[in-house]
């Protein structure tokens, strides 16, 4: 079976599990309910005075309920996967899934919130208004530029951290991939040339958080659909309005002042990034042959790569990753959400930024050990992962002022560890007893 085979029967399996299982979360009561007197404490009369305790001190909301294990999941549904604007309702599947993985790896309640809204702060004023129901938001396949309007406004306004993780998810795996792609191949990232192809919301946050890490912005070339990011670009000053985060980064990168297509930014550099077009062959083969020796090359758009991973290698890549678990080194949000989410919510932190990001892209890149060129990033079966990148990211928020729960950094660990393994256990109990039935037959 080849890829294209291969993926195609990934899709068909897809909807036909989908039709059979109808949504893949559900939601349980967390309390013992063994008779009807129970409701005197879990509803009325007792729980008026929970609502007073909270009336008296809202910040009790995050110890009298649910909200300090809560997540909002919203998107508008502009930009789903590599599939494009499908709307809210064709959001929801790939809400469910994250919900589905938020509960699984990170032990979080994650409710999926698709939202039938199209001005961008019609969006934001929601999305506040749904503040007292949250410990924190993560967005969701959300349009650029309105991306980045939407998370700063949202970072700026709300009391909890929003996170949108089609940019900072994503360009925290890619950087912690490579970390050990570079640790591999002996480079340093002040000395090492990189070429982004695609000048979306993964690439622009994965840009800064390279930056933030040590990378030196004018050894970065970016490309867009018009060709590279450079100083001189016809549509520079249209760029300061339009989007003003591309802008940004165009006075800032490609030192050399590069010019034209994508085949002259990637000739002569050391990493490819791509999340662009999801079609193989939008990175030529030839292309790598032109890069330096020991080439990086993440191509990571869904569902299929800009290039197939054996021809990236066999002219010339040492190291290639692509955002599929069919192939080796998937560069995922996965590796990244749950821990991150955890680690936020047990510090109660009112917030995230870049320098969390990368305590906390270290911590999964480090997590390998003795990183290979075919594992350079963990795969979502290392458990132990997602409490370790909790902890990092707890004991960080604490360190930056975002905290409202300060502990240390063991302390987390246990914490998150606790919440993590029973979540499991509760999930494979109710396969083990049939509550989750088992995947149907399906005619190959």
């Known amino acids: 079976m080849n890829d294209g085979e291969r993926t195609a029967r990934f899709n068909r399996l897809a909807v036909e599990y989908s039709r059979y299982y109808k949504g893949k979360i559900r939601t349980l009561p967390s309390v013992p309910i063994n008779s009807l007197k129970d409701f ?4 009325t009369p007792g729980v008026s005075e929970v609502s007073m305790e909270i009336k008296r001190n809202p910040e009790e909301s995050f110890n009298l309920t649910g909200r300090w294990n809560s997540v909002g999941i919203v998107t508008d549904g502009t930009r789903v996967l590599g599939i494009g604007n499908v709307g809210p309702e064709a959001a929801m599947p790939v809400m469910e899934g994250k919900a589905m993985l938020f509960n699984l790896l990170g032990g979080v309640n994650a409710i999926p919130l698709p939202l039938r809204v199209s001005d961008r702060d019609h969006f934001i004023s929601v999305v506040k208004a749904l503040e007292p129901s949250f410990g924190g938001f993560n967005l969701e396949d959300i349009e650029s530029p309105k991306c980045f309007y939407v998370l700063k406004e949202l970072q700026e306004k709300l009391t909890i951290p929003a996170w949108h993780d089609d940019q900072l998810g994503t360009a925290c795996i890619i950087l912690a991939g490579l970390i050990n792609s570079m640790r591999i191949t ?5 000395d ?18 390279l930056i933030e890490s040590g990378f030196e912005p004018k050894n970065i070339i970016m490309v867009d659909s018009k060709g590279i990011l450079d100083k001189e670009r016809d549509d520079l000053d249209s760029l300061m309005f339009s989007n003003p985060w591309k802008y940004e980064l165009a006075l800032i990168t490609n030192g050399e002042n590069r010019k034209g297509t994508m085949e002259n930014a990637i000739k002569g550099t050391d990493i490819i990034v791509s999340a662009a077009k999801a079609e193989p062959g939008t990175i030529k083969n030839e292309w790598i042959g032109e890069m330096n020796n020991d080439a990086i090359v993440f191509a990571l758009a869904n569902p299929l790569p800009e290039i197939w991973p054996q021809d990236a290698i066999d002219n010339g890549a040492k190291i290639v990753a692509t955002g599929r ?3 080796p080194n998937q560069i995922n949000n996965s590796l990244v959400f749950p821990g991150v989410f955890r680690g936020m919510l047990d510090a109660r932190s009112r917030g995230v930024n870049f320098g969390i990001m990368v305590k906390a892209a270290q911590e999964i890149a480090n997590f390998v050990g003795a990183p290979q060129p075919d594992r350079i990033v963990p795969s979502m079966e290392d458990w132990e992962l997602y409490p370790q990148v909790a902890s990092t990211v707890a004991r960080a928020a604490v360190d930056e002022g975002f905290a409202r729960k300060p ?11 606790e919440i993590i393994s029973t979540n499991r256990a509760m999930i494979e109990k109710s396969m083990d007893l049939g509550f989750i039935r088992k995947l149907p037959e399906v005619r190959e």
């Open 40 to 43: 005197s404490y879990w509803y």
């Open 186 to 190: 002996g480079r340093k990232a002040q």
């Open 192 to 209: 090492t040339t990189l070429t982004l192809v695609g000048s979306g919301a993964a690439n622009i946050a994965a840009a800064h958080l």
């Open 325 to 327: 678990g069919d192939f």
């Open 407 to 417: 502990d240390s950094k063991e302390g987390y660990l246990k914490t998150a560890r």
